[in-house]
């Protein structure tokens, strides 16, 4: 099975340097300025942090993977998130909550030569998947930070 990965966050992502998960950049710019800064919005149809991606915890894409290899049942791609698209301020808003600190968000432009690519929507869909017998639930968005912040980052705890 080939599986196309959503947006993936959780432990052990400290090496990924500027591919790191939004969370991971969100926590140690809260941590070290007070505040997050996300890319303002440039599509009339979203507002600033209403961007959305389909956030996906680490320990569930595990989950998935030892099922796949336990279940070998059709080859083919399947996708990988949480089935559901979550807004850039309910990730930034739930790392503020996770670390018990007042929520300070600021926007930015998005770079110009970007812009045009931007992705305003990204959400899994996960049929496939669910077809060939997955029934586990992933991780809500909301417990998914608050256990890799609590767990994780603030503890500086790697593998």
């Known amino acids: 099975a080939g599986l196309k990965f959503f947006n993936v966050y959780g432990p052990n992502e400290y090496h990924k340097g500027r591919m790191a998960s939004v969370i991971f950049h969100a926590f ?3 941590r070290q300025y007070g505040n ?3 890319f ?3 599509n009339p149809h979203y507002i600033d ?3 959305m991606r389909d956030f996906v915890y680490v320990k569930d894409v595990v989950e998935v993977c030892f099922f796949l290899l336990n279940h070998r049942t ?3 791609i399947y996708n990988l998130g949480s089935g559901q698209a979550r807004t850039f ?3 930034t808003l739930n790392t503020f909550r996770a670390l018990g600190a007042a929520p300070d968000v600021r ?3 998005t770079p110009e030569d970007i812009r045009d690519k931007y992705q305003y929507f990204t959400e899994a869909d996960m049929s496939k998947l ?3 017998g997955y029934e586990l639930p992933f991780t809500s968005l909301e417990d998914g930070i608050q256990d890799y912040v609590q767990q994780y980052l603030l503890p500086d705890r790697f593998y």
Do not use: A, N, P, V
């Open 49 to 51: 942090g209403g961007q």
């Open 89 to 91: 301020m309910d990730l």
């Open 36 to 38: 997050m800064t996300l």
């Open 107 to 109: 926007f930015r432009d």
């Open 130 to 132: 669910r077809g060939i």
């Open 28 to 30: 140690h710019q809260i």
């Open 74 to 76: 059709q080859s083919g």
């Open 40 to 42: 303002r919005s440039h």
